[in-house]
């Protein structure tokens, strides 16, 4: 395959001056997530503060082949001419798994126009990556994670960027950051958990490794992990001297998270919004409905589970309506629900506040996490604990502060579901 010299196209921007001209300083990050950042929710993503926003993970070995317009098509879709586009999806990083160079390539020049970026996914810890040969099953292979990075580095007209897990540790998750740099990285997301923290074992991450990348690089460093509530933003850009902050579950859970608390907030405690999720569920639904470009069923039904998860354990017969919605009118039917969720969350809140009550005097603290459970009909956060509560709590080098709260999050454990993969790649 042909491809371009340097001298044969643009000088393109890197590090800083990429990170500043074109990205615009994003500090607030909505990361890859498989078959849940599409189009659609990244539209939502960026009317609640989101600066910067990643595709879902795309298979280039799938992605590369001519014959692959279906894969394309549901993976990537320029055709209706919004994803990618400077009117509904920018700034914009699309991110590939890969193990051979010559296919990411490929697949890097067929949707370098339609974005500002395109990112290496170094992290997935998941079996089927295991499988595929890619993600953070690539960590002991610097020599091939460095033709992948370099080979984008010298024929996209855009930067390359990775995302990566850390190493147990710090000298030689630094030592690989700085590979990544060298190869030509223009930006480095660090997740700062190990291959291992994965489903029921993910756990706190580990911002001190995060800290000593930001410090040994010349590139802008984007953290990744621990981002629950809004507060945690402005903690993890203090405690690891990060350029941006990147959540997954958490910003999928309450799509508002970037957001600050609005003028009327009935809270003194909670610096950050948390709209009633019913209202984020129907507002997601609407942008849906107005794009040409097909949003996966999937993909939907996921979002929906996740943004009204507070209330669907009281509603049952609202989640299982939702459980069982079949055939082509699906979103008519998920608005539906999504309505009738609006209507009893609603009574709930007129039920509990009158007198004057506000959103403080009903927080509760849940036992084994220490951590804040809003009321019901807001949109928040989701984690489960771990089997046994201290576990988490036994890595050293965890940077969170020593309050009650922060020393009550490493009691974490993964926040998906039990029935979820772990999206957080």
Not at 133 to 157: A, K, P, T, V
Not at 228 to 250: I, P, Q, R
Not at 300 to 324: C, N, Q
Not at 339 to 354: F, G, L, T, Y
Request: proline share 6%.
């Amino acid at each position: 395959m042909a491809v371009q010299t340097t001298s044969d196209r643009p000088r393109k921007l890197a590090g800083y001056d990429f990170y500043h001209q074109i990205l615009g300083s994003p500090k607030l990050i909505v990361a890859p997530m498989v078959d849940q950042s599409e189009l659609a929710w990244r539209i939502l993503s960026r009317r609640y503060g989101a600066q910067l926003c990643y595709t879902p993970m795309i298979n280039a070995k799938m992605f590369s082949p001519p014959s692959a317009h279906a894969y394309r098509a549901q993976a990537f879709n320029t055709s209706c001419l919004e994803e990618g586009s400077n009117t509904h999806d920018r700034p914009l990083i699309v991110q590939f798994c890969a193990n051979n160079p010559s296919q990411l390539l490929t697949s890097a020049l067929a949707v370098q126009d339609h974005c500002d970026a395109v990112d290496i996914n170094l992290g997935c810890p998941q079996d089927i990556a295991r499988k595929g040969h890619y993600g953070s099953f690539l960590m002991d292979e610097w020599e091939l994670i460095h033709d992948l990075i370099n080979i984008l580095h010298e024929n996209l007209s855009v930067p390359v960027t990775a995302k990566f897990r850390i190493f147990p540790s710090i000298e030689k998750t630094v030592a690989y950051a700085k590979m990544l740099e060298s190869a030509g990285a223009q930006i480095l997301t660090c997740h700062g958990r190990l291959r291992t923290q994965r489903g029921q074992n993910t756990g706190l991450a580990d911002w001190a490794h995060i800290k000593a990348v930001k410090e040994a690089v010349q590139v802008p460093v984007f953290a990744n992990g621990n981002i629950l509530f809004h507060e945690d933003v402005a903690k993890c850009l203090k405690e690891t001297g990060v350029d941006g902050v990147m959540s997954a579950e958490g910003q999928l859970y309450n799509p508002a998270l970037f957001a600050p608390a609005s003028s009327g907030n009935l809270s003194s405690t909670l610096t950050g919004a948390h709209p009633p999720h019913a209202d984020l569920a129907l507002e997601y639904l609407a942008i849906v409905k107005s794009l040409k470009t097909p949003t996966s069923t999937s993909a939907v039904k996921g979002h929906l589970f996740k943004i009204m998860h507070p209330a669907l354990s009281r509603e049952t017969d609202l989640r299982e309506r939702l459980r069982r919605i079949r055939g082509s009118n699906v979103i008519e039917e998920y608005i539906e629900v999504a309505k009738e969720m609006k209507e009893r969350m609603e009574r709930d809140a007129a039920e509990v506040m009158k007198g004057g009550r506000k959103t403080d005097d009903l927080i509760t603290i849940e036992p084994t996490t220490g951590l804040r459970v809003l009321p019901h009909w807001l949109s928040q956060p989701y984690f489960r604990p771990l089997k046994s509560p201290t576990e988490a709590s036994k890595r050293p080098s965890s940077p969170i502060p020593t309050s009650h709260e922060d020393v009550k999050r490493a009691r974490l454990s993964g926040q998906s579901a039990a029935r979820d993969i772990d999206i957080s790649l």
